[in-house]
């Protein structure tokens, strides 16, 4: 199926001042959002606690949250894990005087002792399942019929620890794609290739701090998608970018950038479009788990398929690629060698 007829001639390169303008004023926001608003690290990066709870009979998260807030769990997150009877309770260190006097002290250290150490349970064991029990408590003071299922505990430096993880293995799947790309094409097109990546990423993330949504590990797994998503993008178009540039004999980079974003529009917008729908039910009807991770796809999807028609080449016309830059350095083919 083609959306657009091969032989399409939209004159996307006119654009590309504004649409740069654009892109970089964009990134500034983003920046700024990301910043000043900030991200709402969820449990995996801010530390805390996880409770998932189940009644024999259908309870209200309403009811469930104001159970909580006179337990003193103040500002504890709840949600529905596909029923009115199971619930997850999700609480940021120091929420409240119940959980206070339940974490370790801040400043409590292992012990050096390491028979001691062995026979004494884990500082982040026994907070677990001190609040594990202390929101039980309060939950059952309205209801008895309610059980804990399971119960997590990260604890704030843990979490500190899985932020900057997460910073280094985006900074290093940039890193990984300029040198592949530098090898397989050429230095401009790694510039404009991390370029976009970087553009994608923050616009991404920056669109996401706006919704207020926890950002966790599967929101991180999900912009590690978008750049690897993104870069597929890219380098079909700039694989057209070269062939178009070794077989013409005459046209500026100017028009063959053209021509390449036209060639590929239609599968640009396919790829997209249907790896949207497949992203899109997970975040539709994949539960409080997934729908970060899906939320997050189609925002890049969408910003991705953008920046592969007006940043990426745009940035490349910028740069001053020219067919001479990809032709083969060999001078055993007289082919190679008498063309212009």
């Known amino acids: 199926m083609e959306l657009f007829k091969a032989n399409t001639n939209i004159d996307f390169m006119a654009v590309r001042k504004p649409a740069l303008a654009i892109s970089l004023i964009l990134m500034v926001l983003s920046v700024a959002i990301i910043f000043v608003r900030g991200l709402d690290y969820g449990l995996d990066f801010q530390g805390g606690a ?40 999700r609480i940021k260190p120091q929420q409240g005087e119940a959980q206070a006097a339940a974490m370790p002290p801040a400043d409590a250290k292992p012990a050096d002792d390491k028979a001691a150490a062995e026979a004494a349970p884990p500082a982040d064991h026994a907070a677990n399942n001190k609040i594990a029990d202390e929101v039980l408590k309060a939950l059952k003071a309205d209801r008895a019929d309610v059980v804990v299922k399971r119960s997590e505990f990260v604890g704030p430096q843990v979490g500190e620890e899985l932020r900057s993880d997460g910073l280094v293995a985006v900074l290093f799947v940039i890193i990984g794609i300029m040198v592949y790309l530098w090898m397989r094409f050429e230095w401009r097109f790694a510039v404009s290739a991390v370029a976009s990546e970087i553009h994608d990423t923050l616009l991404t993330v920056g669109v996401f701090a706006l919704t207020g949504r926890e950002f966790d590990l599967p929101a991180l797994a999900a912009v590690l998608s978008v750049v690897g998503y993104s870069i597929n993008d890219k380098v079909v178009v700039f694989d057209r970018v070269r062939e178009i540039f070794r077989s013409s004999r005459k046209g500026e980079p100017y028009e063959i950038l053209n021509r390449s974003i036209n060639s590929t529009m239609s599968r640009t917008i396919m790829t997209g479009l249907t790896t949207s729908l497949a992203v899109g039910t997970l975040f539709f009807v994949g539960g409080p788990a997934l729908e970060n991770f899906g ?33 083969p350095q060999t001078k055993e083919d007289p082919e190679l060698a008498r063309m212009p």
């Not at 998260?61 to 009877?85: I, W």
């Open 50 to 89: 996880m409770i998932e709870v189940a009644y024999e009979t259908p309870a209200d998260d309403s009811a469930v949250r104001a159970s909580l807030e006179k337990g003193g769990f103040h500002q504890a997150v709840v949600q529905s894990l596909g029923s009115s009877r199971e619930y997850a309770i």
């Open 295 to 327: 939320l997050i796809m189609l925002i890049g999807i969408f910003i991705g398929t953008l920046s592969s028609i007006f940043f990426a080449n745009p940035i490349l016309l910028w740069l001053g690629v020219s067919k001479q830059d990809l032709m």
